[in-house]
């Protein structure tokens, strides 16, 4: 069964302290591994795209990376303003996403 | 900002009514999807519509119905709402970054079902 999952559930640092997020997949198919921030109240917002194994996306201090099994997201000095809750998401074929329950990052200043 | 808004943003009913919510796209996309989340679970595939009057079933469709008669307009129906079905509805389309796929969400809808 194709399964998402994200670890820790919730995360608090300190302004400036960094850290990263997993999300580690079982699935039949990869056509794609997303990342996504939502905050409180909001709908997802698109982040990365992933396809595979050893690819590496990077987004002011967010860094997404991939291997056959995991999925990383690195936050380099996070600010206040990096609080939301993370969500990985894998795609086995067209129209199907899988996503995990998301990691709750609070970043304290 | 991916054009997509959904009506309404709040509603309270009561088990056993018909409720319809309401997602609406601007960018003349032709995949529509119904996302419900909960705490714990994330968020799950109700059903998705890949053109007009062409629908089908996600992971969790059972007691929801779909309709798409205009490109921009997917609507979800709760046949008799239950409480089971008190959740955050999100309507996505699918689109392209430059070279990557992704899904790009709505607002959402909070229903709570009493």
């Known amino acids: 069964e194709d399964q998402v999952t994200q670890s820790p559930e919730a995360l608090r640092l300190q302004e400036g302290e960094s850290s990263s997020l997993n999300c580690s997949y079982t699935?039949?198919?990869?056509?794609?591994l997303f990342w996504y921030r939502q905050d409180p109240g909001k709908g997802p917002e698109f982040l990365f795209t992933l396809y595979s194994a050893g690819e590496e996306k990077e987004k002011e201090r967010l860094k997404a990376t991939l291997t056959k099994k995991e999925s990383f997201l690195h936050i380099t000095a996070p600010k206040p303003e990096d609080s939301a809750t993370y969500l990985c998401a894998v795609s086995p074929t067209v129209n199907d996403m899988r996503f995990g329950a998301g990691t709750r990052l609070t970043v304290k200043p | 900002d991916a054009g997509i808004t959904q009506s309404p943003r709040h509603k309270v009913t009561e088990t056993g009514t018909p409720v319809t919510l309401r997602c609406h796209q601007t960018e003349n996309h032709r995949y529509m999807y119904w996302y419900r989340q909960d705490p714990g679970h994330g968020l799950r595939l109700i059903h998705y519509?890949?053109?007009?009057?062409?629908?089908d079933k996600g992971e969790v469709s059972d007691g929801y119905s779909v309709s798409r008669s205009k490109t921009e307009d997917f609507l979800l129906t709760l046949e008799s709402a239950t409480s089971s079905q008190t959740s955050v509805y999100f309507c996505?389309?699918?689109?392209?970054?430059?070279?990557?796929?992704?899904?790009?969400f709505g607002p959402g809808t909070r229903l709570t079902v009493l």
């Open positions: 699935v039949s198919g990869l056509r794609g």
């Open positions: 519509s890949y053109g007009v009057k062409d629908t």
């Open positions: 996505a389309i699918s689109g392209r970054q430059g070279s990557t796929d992704t899904q790009y």
